[in-house]
């Protein structure tokens, strides 16, 4: 398969430029050239099939031109290779939890994925190949997790100094091989200034293959849909045939793209909702047609503050750019703070069940959107045990519990390289690698 830009000049390129330019030349984002339907067969074999059966058969279609079905069958097992369970939370609804991997978040999924997808893909050369990656805090360690001992690349990580948790911290310090963290004297748009001047490098890219892991790269994007087939999977014996509504909490809008991809290749969903916290342009969007980017206001659901989604144009692209076509299917509900710290306290309180901020997002919209004739779920797309702060404030011998249990990782112990805000220093790290 080949894959379109969504920008004018209408690029389409190989699977492996896709992953590897992360972006086409103008820009914009790629996009499957088309998104194929599955077959008869497959989804009436879909609830006895395990999760690595289910993504061998997802994802094939996309990559059957560039990869043998045998390192697609070792890629999608060592992926998935922790569990997506469906749980009840009451009587229709259910959740999907997406945060039994190595750190705790959905993103792992996508980070695991792809870095798998690039060792695989990388062309033959004697350069060393380095994906380079700023992160505030949770990306880098779900990228760092997920390249860990991935023959032929290393990782450079730049966080800043003092502002990320402990806990956060340990995720991308603790690995060691082929993962370096570096700790930037300065700020996120200063780790994120340095790795642009990377990218614009000629001269360091003579000598070094530099690459990026953002969330836009279609290597993240592809894997999300298959946990969308588990979950219906799971639904088709517990629900008695209701139809069924899908709650994805949402910030850049790249899982709930996922989710609408994997419809179109026919998952039977009857309706998604998009719940965000109150950085709200695509509610406001789908209320007025006017879209209406802003600055993101900071929330308790703080992996989901973003003003401008930068997965908006793929969304609206699966609907032909048309809001009437897209509001038939998608439906958007808006949770600030004061509903999701009283969500987190009576969900626990009435059915024994602890959320995250994101999650707890995710219930109260489904809980908001399902008719009495529905049933659904949402995606857990994160541990409550990385957003202690605000268990604390609402449960906090639940809090207390999860320290205990959780108790190493929140104190710092691994290792990091120190860095200036210059970019020579940099420059010197990566040439010497
Ligand atoms: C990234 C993230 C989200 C938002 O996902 P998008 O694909 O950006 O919409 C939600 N919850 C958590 C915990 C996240 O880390």
New binding site residues.
Partial sequence: MHFKSLGTNQQTVSLSDAVFKGLADDGSLFMPQEIPVLNKHFFENLAQMSLPEIAFSVLKPFVKEDLSDADLKEMVVSTFSFPIPLNAVNNDIYVLELYHGPTQ???DVGARFLSRLMSRLHPVTDKKMVVLTATSG?TGGAVAHGFYKVPGIDVVVLYPKGKVSPYQENQMTSLGHNIHAIAVDGTFDDCQRLVKQAFNDRNLRQDVAVTSAN?INLGRLLPQMVYYFQGVARMMEKNGGKALVVCV????????TAAVMAHKMGLPVKRFVAATNVNDVVPRFLDSGNYDPRQSIVTL?N??D?GDPS?WPRLFELYQNDTDKMKKEVVATVVNDQEIKETIQSVFTAHNYLLDP?SATGYLGLSRQMKSDESGFFVS??HPVKFLETIDSVLPSEAQKLRDEFGDAFTAKGTHESMGNSYKSLKEYLMNL
Avoid: E, L, R
């Avoid at 909490?249 to 899982?255: K, L, V």
């Fill in positions: 978040a959905f993103k949770d969330s909490p949402s910030g850049n809008f790249g899982n709930i659901a992996a989901m973003v997965n994101h797309t994160a």
